[in-house]
């Protein structure tokens, strides 16, 4: 096994977010789901913006934000993803190069547009999210750099681009590279309705040990293991994985791994703005310090930092220097 | 007179901005005039964009930045300018229509694409900017609402649109239109470059009482005026203009009507985030009270206010409640 060019790949979805505050009111009119996440159509896509109000546009995506929040860390990344040939692809393809994130994934001619995502902050800085999916999920096989691939410590994966078929088969595919070149494979749950639609998938991979680290949330942990009791979904599914990351919002994360379980509070904020990115930007400092070969204790708590960084503005790509936030933490 | 339909309406550039902290060391070795704003072609965009950090992208715009902050206040207001029929585009006519402005201009199809303008930020919140006028620059005297013009209080004139041919056509036409039906014409100087290029236009403006309220900031007095000394040019310009405003950054700002003058100090403020928009928000609190017909005193106050919350915080449109916040303090 050569000497990792990257520490971590990322193959996600390529969106631009849409970001505006909204009164609580609005979420109820709207249908909305509070706090989830909605897979949107184009018409849908105009309505919900019509409704919106002044906004701006800042590069997202669960993945692409994880690796933003990895490279200001210090992490040598790439991405893969797919944009259209619109002004969104290149606002997303300029803000994750200047992140210092390799991206060599050639933008999708013609309709649809590039994906985005239209996010309404209520004043207690929930995010409610409506994705429409555009170009993201015509991600093909072919756009695979196979050969980064396997030069990369981790190859990290988003649950949410499991629900299209092309962008399926291409992470697939990049699994098989993965464990060949005998590098690790990351996945993150993304979001209840995805368990929903391809739980099967995910517990297959699992039982097969082909995801050496899973992210999830609380409410992923209960949809996959169908225990409503955390520690009873912890027990379930901690043995199966290598590394078991879950983060309980407010009551901080837990990781199990080897046996052992770790803890962490949430870090104290004086204000939460906007929750969007929070666990992307949670596995973003996990996976640092779980790359740099940290204690998992200091892997927590520098997801924790990250996290709280994250929720302290609009945005869920890093604005503060995450770099001195953690050093001034852990030695 | 009929009743005014608007309070205020404007002539301006349809921008939006692209954001992002830099060094001050990037704002020298990329040549950039700190402070100031310069007129790039397609080229230069290109280049300044690759070497600009990850950003973020809000609706900008001088006059538009000024009615968004008057409509925050509870202004009925209506804007004039070219967009393209792009992304950008679509992004800049919903961030104004969203802030409860009227908007009307048909976008104008094929290149060039919607004005943008490269901000680049530096720690002490100074903002460097380099605007790319793309369809702006084409807004036709064919596009200009005459009626929407005849039936708003005040016609607003952004200066840096006076560069380009078309626009300052249309803006002729446009004053001779607010002039015919009794309307105010106010005008922001906007940069000393615009000054440079057509003070001979302004003076003669100003001279034959084509502009009822002008608003510059101490640099573009001078550049009027000819006049280093603050006080001289004031004392030269106030007796032409009904109504002068300068803003002094720091200074606070200072106005002259029917040969009084009034003064406020800035409002204090914990951090200057990013002074983008400062002026255009400074002219909206002052029109504000100005068209409630206002003590002079309160509306350069909720001047002093708007801009104020502008500067915490990155975009210049507001973001907090400004008519909260000018209500606690005029009663």
Redesign the interface.
Known sequence: MSQPEFDVIAIGNAIVDVM??CSDALVEELGMVRGGMTLIDTERAHSL??A????????GGSAANTL?GLAALGAKCAFIGQVAD???GE?FA???R??GISFGTAPRAGDP?TARCLIFVTPDGQRTMNTFLGASQYLPAAALDEAAIRAASVLYLEGYLWDPEEPRAAMRRAIAAAKDAGRKVAFTLSDAFVIERHGADFRAMIETGEIDILFANHVELAALTGHDDFDKGLAELAPKVPVLVVTRSEKGAVAVTGGERFEVPAEPIDQVVDTTGAGDLFAAGFLFGHVRGWKVADCLTTGAICAAEIISHY?A?P?ADLKALVAARIG
């Open positions: 505006a505050p913006y019509d919106m109000g002044p906004a701006r546009e800042i590069s933003a619109d002004q969104l606002v300029h803000d994750i200047a992140g547009p945005g790509r604005e």
